[in-house]
């Protein structure tokens, strides 16, 4: 289902201030990211053409994405994952080669027991534990992980930001 949501990659961004039309349209794209801006015009009482033009500036900005969200099971990815990561040395090094793996879908620096959190969504448990043994755990500063396999998905949501 499309839905909009906030980025998450990059440096932190100035907090936006967001006025009540921006939330508005905001939570619109959140519950349908195809809906049309006349629609959505409608919806918060402004000219079709300024509902394009706030949401091009919201996306330009990096305040928002419009994406399509699947669910990976029914996409033939079976195994989903969360790994925590203890690093050595150069964190941003690190966290740069860890972004740059294609299957890490989500990559935090954190304080704590781990340096990093990365999500991983793989085929199977061969295609983890590869994941895993030739290429996580073989990049230069990374000396320990522990790997938490999602069992159940309980909730999944993309509507942070508004209220």
Known sequence: MPVARAAR????APEAKLDDV???IIELLQEDGRQ???AIAKAVGLSEAAVRQ???RMLDSGLMQIVAVTDPLQVG???QAMIGIRAEGDLLRVGDALTALPDVDYVVTTAGSFD???EVVCEDDDHLLELLSTRIRAL???TATETFVYLKLNKQHYNWGTR
Do not use: E, N, T
């Not at 990659?9 to 932190?12: A, D």
């Open 22 to 24: 921006a939330k508005a």
């Open 140 to 142: 230069p500063g990374v």
């Open 116 to 118: 990093f959190l990365v």
């Open 77 to 79: 990815f079976r195994r």
């Open 9 to 12: 990659s990059g440096p932190p």
């Open 36 to 38: 049309s801006y006349a």
């Open 54 to 56: 706030r949401v091009q």
